[in-house]
């Protein structure tokens, strides 16, 4: 089968040839039908991530059972499926307690074990969903980034009436703002930098006030002007940079939540006394657990947030330079490959 294939420490991969792999007991083998390039798979490209060598990356697919182990229950030949990255123990206290994200022995498909790169996957079982019968492929390779943005939305605890300012118009950003609306929130406002203008344009068209964040002060007389001196509930960092979090706290009324979904390698300097005088409340968001990701899946089911003005790009499996062109071009807000 053909896969894209990390095969080096440092930047570069290949495409080539490799042999379809098959399921264990407790497994399942999917044709991938659709598989959507993430963040994280650019840094496992470009050689920044540490990962297994060889691996085949990608966790954002859904496809079709082919193969089930003698273990398996609940799924045959010709489901159409979608798939949660986490594989967790199910033993350690995190595990126990409902946190998987943070399981002392997590693996994630894609990135410890192969992903989804290619024209079959194997895939444990406990993380596969069947995917409803009105979703598409795309929607369901579309669940990994629409569930990162769910979490975060529940962390930061929107509810009816807020004002939500997301910050970071990328995949999750444009999802979390769906989710935000879908939660009731009044309304979203959602900032992007000047190079950011295709995805603006989504963001307006999903229903969110919008505006370039050439700085933090400009960013407050938007939320300033458009609540009507109020200011905002809720701050969704999703941006995957630190530039944004002390705009975070200075969007907000009193009594505001900020949440941080995506992943700042840098230091912050965030003013504290913003914090403490208005008494915020700042949450990280990492991933998300298995009922978020159904709960998520309902939301694309009822027709709550769609993934067609997200997605700007197709691509067969094999143009996977052209799609991360397309990317590091900023032409495109999410890339779907066709394997
Ligand atoms: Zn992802
Ligand atoms: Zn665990």
């Known amino acids: 089968m053909l896969a894209v294939v ?33 963040g994280t798979d650019l840094t496992i490209i470009e050689g920044k991530r540490d990962v297994p060598i060889p691996l085949i990356p990608g966790h954002e697919f859904a496809g079709e059972v082919v193969e089930v182990g003698s273990a398996v229950e609940g799924f045959r030949v010709g489901d159409r499926v979608t798939s949660s990255l986490i594989v967790s123990c199910g033993e350690c206290q995190y595990c126990r307690q409902g946190m998987e994200i943070l399981c002392d022995r997590i693996k994630e498909i894609g990135i410890h074990i192969n992903g989804a790169f290619a024209e079959y996957v194997v895939v444990p079982q406990k993380t596969l969903v069947a995917l409803p019968q ?22 930061a605890l929107v509810g009816p009436e807020d004002v939500v300012v997301v910050f970071g118009p990328g995949p999750i950003g444009l999802y979390a703002l ?15 930098t000047k190079p950011d203008s295709i995805r603006l344009k989504v963001a307006e068209k999903l229903g969110a006030v919008t505006g370039v964040a050439s700085d933090e002060i ?4 938007v939320v300033r002007d458009t609540t009507g001196g109020r200011m ?54 990492f991933c998300y657990t298995l009922p978020e990701f159904r ?45």
């Open 6 to 38: 990390k095969d080096r420490k440092g930047p570069g991969f290949a495409v080539k040839d490799v042999p379809v792999p098959s399921p264990a007991q407790d497994e399942v083998l999917v044709r991938v039908r659709a598989v959507g390039i993430c």
């Open 134 to 155: 009105n979703l598409t492929f795309e929607d369901g390779a579309s669940m990994d980034p629409i569930a990162s943005a769910y979490r975060a939305v529940c962390k």
């Open 178 to 192: 769906q989710v935000a609306l879908a939660k009731g929130a009044a309304k979203v406002l959602c900032f992007g």
């Open 218 to 221: 400009g960013c407050v007389s």
């Open 232 to 285: 905002a509930d809720v701050a969704i960092d999703a941006t995957g940079s630190v530039s944004a979090l002390s705009a975070c706290t200075r969007v907000l009324r009193k009594n505001g939540r900020v949440c941080i979904v995506g992943i700042p390698h840098d230091a912050a300097i965030v003013t504290l006394a913003e914090v403490v005088r208005k008494e915020l409340r700042l949450y990280g968001s």
């Open 295 to 339: 709960a998520s899946l309902q939301l694309l089911e009822n027709g709550s947030v769609v993934t067609e003005p997200v997605i700007s790009h197709r691509l067969p499996l094999r143009d996977f330079e052209e799609a991360l062109d397309l990317i590091y071009r900023r032409e495109a807000v999410k890339v779907m490959l066709i394997p």
